[in-house]
């Protein structure tokens, strides 16, 4: 599967982002998605994830309130909306999917990254 990240941008403190992750293919439900992020000289970190159906979603704790992780499988797309934006959510984030739903960074397929970047 082939994942294509979008939606990244300059936004001050407070402010709200969507991110969309488009995948080719016609195999997308088959896939758990997730969304990381990696800030400059940091490790690449879990932000959130999705089942294959939608019903199970993880979070870590520092955006529980403020993101959302959603998907459309009739679209073959993943969102990100993110809410009350702080200048520590800047970063690069990545789309991700695999087979399986987890919390770690070891996933199978990843998309090429848009930035976020919140001034404050």
């Known amino acids: 599967v082939q994942l294509q990240a979008s939606g990244g941008g300059l936004v001050q403190a407070e402010g709200s982002l969507r991110l969309s992750c488009a995948a080719s293919g016609r195999t997308f439900s088959r896939y758990a998605m997730g969304w990381f992020r990696q800030a400059p000289g940091k490790e690449r970190e879990f932000v959130a994830t999705i089942s294959r159906g939608g019903g199970i979603l993880n979070y870590a704790d520092f955006v529980k309130g403020r993101f959302t992780i959603s998907r459309d499988n009739a679209k073959n797309t993943v969102y990100l909306q993110m809410n009350s934006l702080k200048p520590e959510d800047t970063a690069v984030y990545y789309c991700?999917?695999?087979?399986?739903?987890?919390?770690?960074?070891?996933?199978?397929?990843w998309g090429q990254g848009t930035q976020v970047t919140v001034s404050s």
């Open positions: 991700a999917a695999q087979s399986l739903i987890n919390t770690g960074t070891d996933w199978k397929y």
